[in-house]
Nanobody, 122 residues
Framework: QVQLVESGGGLVQPGGSLRLSCAAS????????MGWYRQAPGKERELVAT???????NYGTSVKDRFTVSRDNAKPAVYLQMNRVKPEDTAVYYC????????????????WGEGTLVTVSS
C-alpha cells in the first residue's frame, strides 16, 4: 500500500510565505516524478510544479518565480515553498507522484494525496 500525506496548509496573508510537505510511504521500489497540483473552487485541477528524480523542475505559469519545488529522495518527500502568495493561490493543493511499487519492476502508477487547503486572505 502506497500513501502520500500532505501537511503545511493553512491561512496565510497576501505577500506571505508557506511551505507544504508531502511524505511518501509504503511498499515503494522507486519514485519517478513528484509534484503538486491545485484546485480552486469551481475550477479545474491545474499544475503547480513537478520535479523529476534527477531534480529537473517544471512550473505552472502563474506560480513561476514565486514557488519552488524540491524533494528529498532519501525520505522520500516533496516540498513546495510558496512565496509572495496571492489571493488567487487559494486552493486545495494535492501531492502527486509516479511510483513503482515493490511488487513491480518497471511499471509505475500515479498516486495522489488527499489534499491540503491553502487560503490566502487578510
Amino acid at each position: 500500500q502506497v500513501q502520500l500525506v500532505e501537511s503545511g496548509g493553512g491561512l496565510v496573508q497576501p505577500g506571505g510565505s508557506l511551505r507544504l510537505s508531502c511524505a511518501a510511504s509504503g511498499s515503494i521500489r522507486s519514485i519517478n516524478a513528484m509534484g503538486w497540483y491545485r484546485q480552486a473552487p469551481g475550477k479545474e485541477r491545474e499544475l503547480v510544479a513537478t520535479i523529476t528524480n534527477s531534480g529537473r523542475t517544471n512550473y505552472g505559469t502563474s506560480v513561476k518565480d514565486r514557488f519552488t519545488v524540491s524533494r528529498d529522495n532519501a525520505k522520500p518527500a516533496v516540498y513546495l515553498q510558496m512565496n509572495r502568495v496571492k489571493p488567487e493561490d487559494t486552493a486545495v493543493y494535492y501531492c502527486n507522484a509516479d511510483i513503482v511499487p515493490i511488487d513491480y519492476i518497471h511499471s509505475s502508477f500515479n498516486y495522489w494525496g488527499e489534499g491540503t487547503l491553502v487560503t490566502v486572505s487578510s
